[in-house]
């Protein structure tokens, strides 16, 4: 957390806007490469209001679509080197199970992704991990990588090394202006602050920050419901702690996809969650009409009823979180098309937490003017029509 009392520096060699886990890996990444950087964030730390929070999310070797699959196996190593930096564990190997009806293209995207997948059918699946199931047409891609995130733990490690190196974090301070220029001017609440480069990391913020440079981003923020589900018999193989993660893929009754994670966060309590929300207004995002239904969580009770036998069909606990998504749901890195020092990262549509090292770099790499270590051509603004408007 930000010291009240410090002095504020106003002039740095580059400004992110937003501490979430993409911020801050940018950050970190900049602070590392000996730019004097400050991080801000709109929220005291730590807060639950975006979309970084919590104790744990998913990661994996297993892509449907290859930029991200290419880019996993440097994921992984930053982490590696995180946890190193940091001196504390923030994976947990738990392996990851793929599932969904056999022939899928993502499911074979996933498969084809990995270069030692196992391809389990329902009898191998029920042997290995007696709490999933499958059903007719329906097979299982093994990813021995996947694993837990230790999220909370996480952000707080790379705020920490940022930190160390140098960097400046100042949380509740929200953003009210941005000036372009070849020295970009940052208003908080609390200053103003100069820099020759910027990142905008804001997540469900970004298309408001952005607007007054005339830029439109296609972002829809959509609030999901992250939910825990008990077990009838706790620790029972294959849904307690030492069940796998997975993910469902392809099913007609959840198009979006549907992933779950061993109990870890509450005692007994197995997180299942649909990969999908409706939309909110961040600001806002608590504000839920009354007697309002809730269709996603009917959908999981269906499904865990179905696929996950040994967990109770109700969910006993359910919190929320925020997913910022693009039409495509692939992410935004890439410059401001008319302000080149000002980079912006986004979109990243509930899979970018996993990436986030990586996301980090190639952000801090754009602001820095260098040829970026991963292709960017996937994620470029100019893929929707029509953003680029007249200023405010």
């Known amino acids: ?125 029920a042997q290995r991990f007696p709490g999933l199931r499958l059903h007719a047409g329906e097979v299982a891609v093994w990813d021995g990588t996947g694993g837990v995130l230790f999220a909370d733990r996480v952000l707080r490690a790379v705020q920490d090394v940022f930190r160390r190196h140098g960097g400046t974090l100042r949380d509740g301070e929200k953003v009210l202006r941005i000036d372009p220029g070849a020295v970009l001017t940052v208003t908080t609440t609390a200053g103003a602050y100069r820099a020759p480069r910027l990142i905008v990391a804001a997540g469900a913020w970004t298309g408001a920050l952005v607007a007054p440079l005339g830029l439109h981003l296609p972002l829809q923020p959509l609030r999901i419901d992250v939910c825990y589900w008990r077990e009838k018999e706790p620790r029972s193989p294959g849904t307690g702690r030492a069940g796998p993660c997975f993910m469902a893929l392809g099913l007609r009754r959840a198009p979006h996809g549907i992933y779950g994670l061993p109990a870890l966060e509450y005692p007994g309590l197995v997180k299942v969650c649909y990969h999908h929300g409706s939309p909110a207004d961040p600001e806002e995002r608590d504000r839920v009409p009354l007697g309002a239904p809730h269709p996603d969580i009917a959908l999981l009770s269906s ?5 996950l036998p040994g967990l109770e069909p109700r969910p006993a606990v359910v919190e929320t979180c925020l997913y910022t998504n693009t039409p495509d749901e692939d992410f935004i890195l890439d410059k401001h098309p008319k302000f080149n020092n000002i980079i912006i990262g986004a979109g990243f549509s509930g899979h970018g937490f996993k990436l986030a090292p990586v996301v980090g770099k190639l952000l801090c790499e754009l602001s820095l003017g260098e040829e970026p270590s991963h292709s960017t051509a996937p994620f470029a603004i100019t893929r929707f029509p029509g953003v680029l408007r007249a200023a405010l």
């Open 303 to 307: 499904f865990i009823s179905s696929y």
């Open 1 to 125: 957390m930000a010291v009240p009392s410090q002095p504020h520096q106003a002039t740095y060699d580059a400004i992110v806007i937003g501490a979430g886990i993409q911020g801050s890996f940018a950050a970190y990444h900049l602070a590392q490469r000996h730019r004097d950087t400050l991080l801000l964030e709109q929220f005291i730390l730590p807060h639950s209001r975006g979309s970084s929070h919590g104790q744990s999310r998913i990661t994996r070797s297993a892509y449907p679509r290859a930029p991200y699959a290419r880019m996993m196996p440097d994921s992984f190593h930053l982490w590696q080197r995180l946890e190193a930096e940091a001196g504390t564990s923030l994976y947990r190997q738990t392996g990851l199970v793929v599932l969904g009806p056999a022939g899928n293209p993502e499911l074979e995207g996933c498969r084809r992704s990995l270069r030692a997948g196992e391809v389990l059918d329902a009898a191998a699946l």
